[in-house]
C-alpha cells in the first residue's frame, strides 16, 4: 500500500490549511464520528494509530507462542481442542490487526519485519515463560480478562477499521475468558497438586498482569492526546482497577491468593483498590526487549518467518499467475 | 447385506471388528490432529496458520467422536483412550506420526522457550512434509467417510455424514495448496516432490490391510483396505499430475501400525500428549 504524498495530505502542523482541518477533525471526533482510511487525519493521529495497531497485532501473535507451546500437552480432548480454537483465533486477530494497520499505509510485511528486528514492541506479558500448564489456564482467563477490559474501550475509538477489527476480536475473546475460567476452576478445585499449580502460576503471572494496562497516569506521556483524539477513551490506571475490581473477588472466590508485596486492599469509601505501584522502569526494560524470554520469543518469531519464506513466496507467484513450467 | 446393526445387534465376532476398526479411524484422527496442530502459532503465513490449526482442531473432533462410539461399545472413557493408551495400543499407521522434520533434521537446537519437539519443529520443521501429508490424507479420508456414511453399522454412518461435511474444506485447502506450492517456484516444486518421496510408502500405510477386513466387507460395515487403496490411488494421480508432481512407482508401503507395531515417532508424541493428563489421571483438568 503506497501513502499518498505528504504535500498532499497537508497533515502536519504548519502544513497549508492544517490548523483549519484539525478544528473539522477534532470536532468530528468529539462527535463520535469514526475516521475512515481516506479520511483527513493528522500524521501524529495516523502515526499514533499505526504505533498502537502495529503493538496490538505483534502481542496476538507473540501471544500465540506462549499457549501454542502447551497445545501437544493439554490434558483432555476439549481442552486440546479448545487450546488450538484459541490460539488459532489469536493468529487471526493478528491477522485482521495488520489489515487494520494497512489501512494507514504500513503492510503487514514492513510491521512483522520491524518486530522480528526487535524495532517494534509486544505486550509486557508475552515477554515472560508459560512454565505449567496451569500458567496456561492463567493466561486465558486473568491476561484475556485484562485484555477485554482494554479492548473493550478501544472498540469504542475514532478510527473506524481499528474499531471494527476490535469489536469482532472482543466477540471471540469472551469465548477465551470462558474457556479460561472454566479451566481455572477445574485447577482450583483439583487436586492438590492442580491447586498448586496454579497458586504457583497466579504468583508468577501477578506482577506482569499489574503491569499488562501500562504505566500509570503519572508516567504515560501519550495518554492525554490519544484520549483527545478517542483513541483511547480510559487512563491505563482506571482500565487496570477496572480489572481488579471484577476479577479480584472472583479469584478470591477459587482461593487463590495475591502475593503480599502487592499490599491490596479495597477502600470502602471509593470502592477502588490501593496497591503497591508496580516498577515502572522495570516494565519499560521489558517491554524494550529485556524481559525473560524476549531474546527467544523474536527469535522463535524470526526463524518461523524465515522457514516459511517459500511458501509465502509460492503462493505469491500462484496468486499473480507465475508458474514453473510442467516437467516433460 | 440388508442387516443394519447398532451396538446391541452386534455379533461378538462383529463387535471384535468394529472395535478393532473404530481404534483404527479414532488413533488416526487424534495423531494427525495433533501433529498438524504443533505448527500452531508459527506457521509459514498467517492465513495458512490458521487454516492448518482449524483442520487439526475438527480432527481432533473427529478422534473425539470415534472415541465415543467405542465407549458405547463398553470400551474405556473417551480421555482415557487418548490419554492412558501406550503406543503399543494405538492402531494409527505410521503415516500420521511422522513428524514435520525431513530425515536429515540433525543439529543443535536452541532452548527457544517452547516445548523441544516444539523447538525442534522451528528449527528443522518442513512445511512440505506436512502440506504433503495433508493433502495424502485427505483424500483418503474422504474417501474413507463417502464409504461408511453407508455403513451398516448405524453409528458409525451417521458420524461419517457429519465427518464428511467438513472434510469438503479440508479437501479445497489441501487441493489448492498442492497446486500453488507445487507450481509456484523452482524451490517450491523441488520441496514437494521430495516431500512427496519421502512420505508416499508411509501413506500407503494408511490402507494396510487387517484380519477383519472381509468381516468388515462383508457384513457392509466398511469397505476393504485394498479396494479404498485402489479407489485412492486412482483418485490421487491426476491431482499429482496435474501439479507437476512424479508420484513414486514401485513403492514398498509401511505397514505395522495397525498392529500397534510403531516408531519412535510415535511413542515421542504419545510423550508429548500424555504427560499433563498423567500427573492426574483421575482428576479433571
Known sequence: MVQPTRERLNDQPGDPGFEENLAKFEARVARGDKVEPGDWMPDAYRQQLIRLI?????????????????????????????????????????????????????????????????????????????????DVCVIAWLIDAAAIVNQKMMAEGSYGPYARALKRICYEEAFHLTHGYDMCISMATGTKLQRDMLQDAVNRWWKPIMMFHGPSDKESKHTELLMRWRIKLKTNDAQRQEFLVKYLPKMFNLGLTVPAEWDLKFDEKTRTWTYNEPDWDEFVHVVRGNGPVSAQRLETRRLSHEHGRWVREALAAAASGRRVPMPN | MSDKYTPDTLTPELKAAVIDLLYRLADDSIVIGHRNSEWTGIGPILEEDIAFSSTAQDKMGHALAFYNLLHELGEPKPDDLAFLRDAKDFRCCSFVAMSHLPANAEGDVPELMNNPTRNRLIVHGDWSISLMRQFLFVEADVLRMHALESSTYQPLAAIARKIRGELKYHLMHAESMLRHLATGTDESRKRMQQALNSVYPHALGLFEPTQHDKTLANAGIAPGETHLRDEWIEHITPLLAGAGLRQPTDVEPVFGGRKGRHGDELVALLADMQKIYRMEPTGTW
Open chain 1, 54 to 134: 502495529h503493538v496490538h497485532a505483534n502481542s496476538e501473535i507473540c501471544g500465540a507462542l506462549p499457549e501454542g507451546t502447551w497445545i501437544p500437552h493439554a490434558p483432555s480432548l476439549k481442552r486440546k481442542m479448545a487450546l488450538v480454537a484459541k490460539v488459532q483465533d489469536e493468529v487471526g486477530h493478528g491477522q485482521l490487526l495488520y489489515r487494520a494497520a494497512e489501512t494507514l499505509g504500513k503492510s503487514r510485511e514492513e510491521m512483522i519485519d520491524e518486530l522480528i528486528e526487535g524495532k517494534a514492541k509486544y505486550s509486557n506479558v508475552f515477554h515472560y515463560p508459560a512454565e505449567t500448564w496451569a
